[in-house]
């Protein structure tokens, strides 16, 4: 009899052989395999949306998936040529080469659900690996507490300085600084990604100086401070470098500074602020030296509060003994210890102090592999040039300026206490190179004795420290040796190594004597250098 179907009002009659033809297919649709199932949609896409810009960067980290069969995998083309495909979970994965700069096509084309054949699915994209062009304009022979404004440009980009984001106004921006920043690092950024990063420094000039170094207990030694008072009255020099923070870790006057409050290093040696005013009322320049990182009370105080991350470690584990001391170096790459020096240098800046000069900012001596350096990331070099940018950005900002002391060594051998000079000369304003002869082995730049030949090894060494600034706008300016080690100095060797400073075309220098006592017969006197 046969079969009746209703759809709505009408009436349909089929023939047996048409309800047999209409249950194989229905068996059929059942009995599709579970792959062209997966499928049955057409292929589709992933890992890239439609409309998409790629940067140089993205390009390089393309990667797509493809879904469809393994048996009939679908057809891919990238702008008209086919795309090699290769198998990945429930498809395909392929990864486009020789991506230009342009707009894109990708289409797939795969089988689709019975009856309707095949499918296809397509994604437009745009490549653009070309940087945003970022033109920045410094102005020149700015003073250490000048306003300064720093102008450019950015073509369709966004724009950051120190992360921070800046107003453009058509593309061009101004950024206004109440003094100097030691450094901005700027980022341009555009709609695909691509980055034009540019580090700016603002160059000062730092004038030129002859000074004598004093110790904290120096200077509140009568004694002591006027023989050095009477050498600035007779114009021998100019500037006095004074002890903020010593070889003990006792900073000579009584610091703010949270963390030497809890480590006791502080004291009342002298009056920080009555001490300034007196050395400026006499027209010298003060320079706060900070011994950084070579810090037996701050070491100790860590240590004992369980903080060894803060001290420099040997491969036991055990703080690293030098011939300092048992727990003598702090660890340069602890944020602890870094903001510690950055937090007295910034207290002695706004104090009034004309310079901030670092010395042992280094890794003490001895095989780096017998050492460890808790949480540091990279070389003990690219660390110690991260702290001093980090410090002069934080002087900068109260007016004063920044110097490093470094090993004579240094300019030669740069890994032996991480002492990069170039790299310090980049983020510093002047580069304190100590170049006694005293301290320089025998042969040294093809010096035979150079304890008894001041002038040749000063002379000499400096030309070195001068081509290894080359490019910055960091002076030298040397410390030169007022004391007898080995070979006796007096007047004629403290007057050659003057001499060989200034025959380098170096006008500045610091002189050195733990006794704090100098040869005045040494010293010419010239005019004051210019004050700032």
Known sequence: MPAR???????????????????????????VPTTIAATSGGPEVSGLKDGTVLSAAAVKDLRLHVTGNRNDPPKVTLDGRPVALQPDGNGFALTPAGLTDGRHRLEAVGTGPLPFGSK??????????????????????????????????????????????????????RLRYDRPPGGVHLAATDAAGNVTAQDVAVNVTHPEMRGVHMTSLAWAYDKLRQPVLELAKQHKIDTVELDIKDEDGVIGYNSRVPLAQQAGAGSKIYDLKATIDELHKANIRVVGR???FRDPKLAQWAWNS????????????????????????TNFANPDVRKYNIDIATEAAKAGFDDILYDYIRRPDGPLPRMSFPGLEGTPEDSISSFIADTRKAVRAEGSYLGISVFGIAATRPKEIAQDVG?????????????????????????????????DIVVRSLKDFQAKSDGTAAKVVPWL?????????????????????????????LLWNPGCT???EALPAMPPAGKT
Do not use: C
């Not at 690293?320 to 048992?326: C, D, N, P, R, V």
């Open 5 to 31: 179907l209703r759809f709505g009002h009408r009436r349909f009659r089929l023939t047996r052989r048409a309800t047999v033809l209409l249950g194989v297919l229905a068996v059929a649709v059942v009995a």
């Open 423 to 455: 790299a310090i000369a980049r983020s510093s304003d002047y580069v304190a190179p100590m170049v006694y002869p005293s301290h320089w082995a025998k042969g040294e730049y093809n010096v035979a004795n150079p304890n008894a030949q001041p002038y």
């Open 290 to 292: 900070i011994v950084a």
């Open 120 to 173: 296809t699915a397509t994604r437009s994209f745009t490549v653009d690996t070309t940087p945003p062009r970022l033109d920045v304009s410094v102005p020149k022979n700015v003073g250490i507490k000048d306003a300064v404004t720093i102008t450019g440009k950015v073509e369709q980009a966004k724009l950051t300085a120190d992360g921070k984001p800046v107003s453009l106004d058509k593309g061009a921006f």
């Open 306 to 329: 369980g903080r060894h991350d803060m001290v420099i470690q040997a491969a036991d584990g055990q703080p690293y003994a030098s011939t300092y001391g048992k727990i003598s170096f």
């Open 518 to 520: 100098y040869t005045a």
């Open 481 to 509: 040796q007022d004391f007898s080690l080995g070979v006796h100095y007096g007047v004629p060797e403290v007057a050659a190594q003057i001499k060989g400073t200034f025959d380098d075309g170096i006008q500045s220098f």
